[in-house]
């Protein structure tokens, strides 16, 4: 795996999730898996740093009457039912552990449902990039990682999915992606072996 050509995309890292006292705190089984997510993710970036692989952003945010959602089901009624992702709030933010690598990631704004290509000009930043692989971090499995992952794949990428950097609704259903439904479509990898891909030491 070229870095030159690889963007690693952080989906739903943010204060609603990942906060102590974050809305959607709860949608994590066990919250102190989400804890150990983060972790990994950030032992991953700062292992990246020096690299060319670009490294992408991908937050959720909404206006505080959420007038962009035009379909509340599901895990979308959950975010307005709590009041999660509102623009200029901390829980829409971006966490302070990835926060902190400043301008070396780059944020890719207007995501508002699940997956990140769909209402963001993200597909066309990785075009400009000449990018050919993408790798998926982040919460939730059966969701934003599924549903943006499946896109890149339909897209032409080669995806790749970062087993310990992701955090499903419970382990059983982050198990059974890991397992049963991402490599019908990806390479999935542990933050190790993916840096070992990238033949970064």
Do not use: W
């Amino acid at each position: 795996m070229d870095p030159r050509t690889t963007a690693l995309l952080l989906i739903g890292y943010q204060g609603d999730y990942f906060s102590p006292t974050g809305a959607l705190r709860e949608v994590i089984e066990e919250p102190s898996r989400v804890t150990g997510t983060l972790q990994n993710t950030v032992d991953l970036v700062e292992r990246l740093l020096s690299t060319p692989v670009l490294i992408v952003t991908t937050p959720i945010t909404f206006s505080p009457d959420y007038r962009e959602l035009q379909n509340e089901v599901g895990i979308l009624k959950a975010i307005k039912d709590t009041k999660a992702f509102r623009a200029g709030t901390p829980g829409a933010a971006l966490v302070p552990e990835l926060a902190q690598f400043g301008d070396r990631l780059i944020e890719v704004p207007g995501k508002q449902g699940l997956n990140a290509f769909a209402s963001t000009q993200l597909a066309e930043i990785l075009r400009s990039r000449s990018i050919k692989n993408v790798v998926v971090c982040g919460v939730v499995a059966s969701l934003c990682i599924d549903s943006t992952s499946r896109a890149a794949y339909e897209k032409g990428y080669d995806v790749t999915i970062v087993s310990n950097c992701i955090s499903g609704r419970t382990l059983v259903e982050q198990r059974f992606y890991v397992s049963e439904i991402y490599p019908l479509y990806s390479t999935v990898l542990t933050s190790e072996q993916l840096l070992k891909e990238l033949g970064v030491q």
